[in-house]
């Protein structure tokens, strides 16, 4: 990342609005590395063991200041995968 680079933001929702999407925290618990990109917008990321056992299927996961749904996990290797929906590709500078 270098002055100038796109970010994504995802603005927090107002607690008088309607609760609809995911509900995530803001606080940074690892890092990842992307490890492939399918032609099908599955995105398959590596992270540390310690973050690893905390990932459920279906959960909230937050990259990239973008909120996803996690579609597996590969605990073996320390990896798990999220599906990129077409408005999310759209909207966002992930893939």
Do not use: C, W
Not at 23 to 38: N, T
Not at 39 to 44: D, M
Request: glycine content about 6%; proline content about 4%.
């Amino acid at each position: 990342m270098s002055i100038g680079s796109s970010i994504n933001i995802e603005f927090p929702m107002r607690i008088e609005g309607r609760i609809d999407g995911h509900l995530v925290y803001g606080h940074v618990y690892g890092v990842a590395q992307i490890v492939d990109i399918s032609n099908s917008n599955i995105i398959r990321i590596k992270t540390e063991k310690d973050v690893i056992k905390y990932l459920d299927y279906k959960a909230p996961v937050t990259l990239n200041g973008i909120a996803l749904t996690i579609s597996d996990i590969f605990p073996e290797n320390t990896e798990f995968a999220v599906k990129i929906i077409p408005f999310t590709s759209e909207t966002n500078n992930l893939i």
